[in-house]
Each structure stands twice: as C-alpha cells, then as structure tokens.
C-alpha cells in the first residue's frame, strides 16, 4: 500500500524503513526514518483522536497489530503532540 498523496514518500526498497547516507554502523548512527502506509496513518491518527498519550499496553497493542515496533509507535506520538502544540 502507497501512502496517500500528500503523505511524506520514500522509494520502497528497503521496505518500511529505507537507509540513506547518514546510516553509519556502530553506535550513535541516526535511525532510519519510517514511511508509514495511510492505513498506518489513519490507524495512528485515530488513536491519537481518542488519547493523546498512550500507556504501555496500549502500545504494545497499537504496534503488534499495525506490525511496527513500540518505539515507532512512541515517536510517533511523540512527533505528533509536537505538531499539535506547534499548531495551537
């Protein structure tokens, strides 16, 4: 599934994660940046409507069932209430 027009693309080697230049191999190397489908999206958005923090459980869940990692979950919502405050 392609993300929806408008959404932030990456060229789909490399499948939901694609490395750039930057990707170094030992420590303090820079994560990969994650391209979310729009099912993801719509999936994190929603979640995001009903709460804007998440507990743990809730996290494990969102990220067994949308098959992302908990810490790509959290960032997202972090990223997320950032672009909320940055709009009020």
Known sequence: S??????EQLPPEGGPECSGPEES???????LRTAFSAEQLSTL???FQRQQ???AAERRRLA???RLSEVQI???????????K???
């Open 2 to 7: 392609r993300p929806s027009p408008g959404a």
């Open 45 to 47: 958005e929603s979640s």
């Open 53 to 55: 923090y998440l507990g």
């Open 86 to 88: 940055r709009q009020l």
């Open 64 to 66: 067994g069932r949308m």
């Open 74 to 84: 959290k960032t997202w919502f972090q990223n997320r209430r950032m672009k909320l």
């Open 25 to 31: 191999g030992g420590r303090g190397g820079r994560r």
